[in-house]
């Protein structure tokens, strides 16, 4: 059964990535944030996203709070629903790349599998990924949410580094160790790193 | 059960949609065409957004093209599909409004409900309906992708205007009378229409 959304002619040729890029005057990418609950990647991402636009860049977090609280509400825990979670994340990571947009994506996204997931469907050529590498100790330590807490107590299921495992990149584009350095020591870092790529 | 990953606190900042529109240099709104298929959406909206970024504004459309083929292409048609391809493309659609990206959707959303239920996740606000309104018999004589033929035929079921209702808008921020006057003053209409809206 054929349905009439579903078909489209190719004539109505809409602006294309190539030149929007060309009117914001940068090269999209998408930028993926991995790591442990309490890394830094959240505040990583605010500041490296504020860097670039001071810096003339156009870019774009998605995250927890604008991507759970939308699109993706609809959806719980379950592994068939953490799939969905990525899967809509990096489609949405697509339209805004195909926008001309350079996309901070912000997720935990403990597996490789996950990860590979996620690249898959943005291209590999579009897809840096950046691996927050926190130790658990410091992130359970610094708990700012609670989290860990609870999660030793029982409360969470399927908490990342406590009850269920985290994966780190084999080979990750680029590792800030925001165990150690401060954070506006890794948003230079990345920002210094990222910068050649998105520069016309 | 409480997740990790859908607690957030409030201290990490993401630049807001209205250093964004200063950015861009526009304001952001959702323009919503609605109209039957073969009535222009797709072709006003494509000629809309390349003459928004001659003039200087950032604009991106949200189509089938781009939608279906990603993230809703795990929806089929059924009543409870439709209202999930809706309201994905709403969220979707606010966003790129949050982004402060002027953002044009084509869909043929064909009942007062189902646009009353992308506006409320958009906001009124910010919210720009366009009806494109050629009448059905224009829309079938010239069916550009042959689906009228085929509804007729009754290949193709649930056709919006022959076995299913088109509700047009009772207040419509726009009409653009499609079926009589040419694209490109369709487009021009449309254009001056939204100029002063989206002009910082």
């Keep these: 059964m054929v349905n009439q959304e579903n078909i489209h002619p190719g004539f109505d040729k809409l602006v ?10 940068q090269r999209s990418k998408v930028v993926w ?5 309490g890394s830094g990647k959240t505040t990583i991402a605010a500041g490296l996203e504020r860097k670039l636009l001071e810096n003339g860049f156009f870019a774009q977090v998605l995250d927890g709070d604008n991507i759970r609280s939308g699109i993706n ?6 592994l068939e629903d953490r799939l969905e979670n990525i899967r809509r994340i990096a489609e949405v990571a697509k339209l805004y790349l195909n926008s001309g947009i350079i996309t901070i994506c912000t997720f935990i996204s403990p597996t490789i599998e996950i990860r590979k997931y996620a690249e898959d469907i943005i291209g590999s050529d579009d ?15 610094r708990d700012v949410k609670g989290l860990y807490q609870k999660a ?14 985290y994966e780190p990149p084999i080979s990750p584009t ?9 954070v506006q020591v ?11 790529l998105i520069r016309k």
Excluded: H, W, Y
């Design 127 to 141: 897809f840096l990924e950046i691996f927050v590498d926190a130790p658990l100790e410091i992130c359970e330590k």
């Design 174 to 182: 680029l590792t800030l160790f925001s165990g150690k350095e401060p």
């Design 73 to 78: 509400n609809n959806l719980g825990f379950s």
């Design 33 to 37: 944030m991995t790591g442990l609950s």
């Design 152 to 165: 030793r107590k029982g409360e969470i299921k399927d908490f990342t580094g406590i009850t269920s495992p």
């Design 16 to 25: 294309s990535r190539a030149e929007r890029e060309k009117f914001l005057n």
């Design 186 to 196: 890794s948003v230079q870092i990345a920002f210094d790193f990222i910068e050649p």
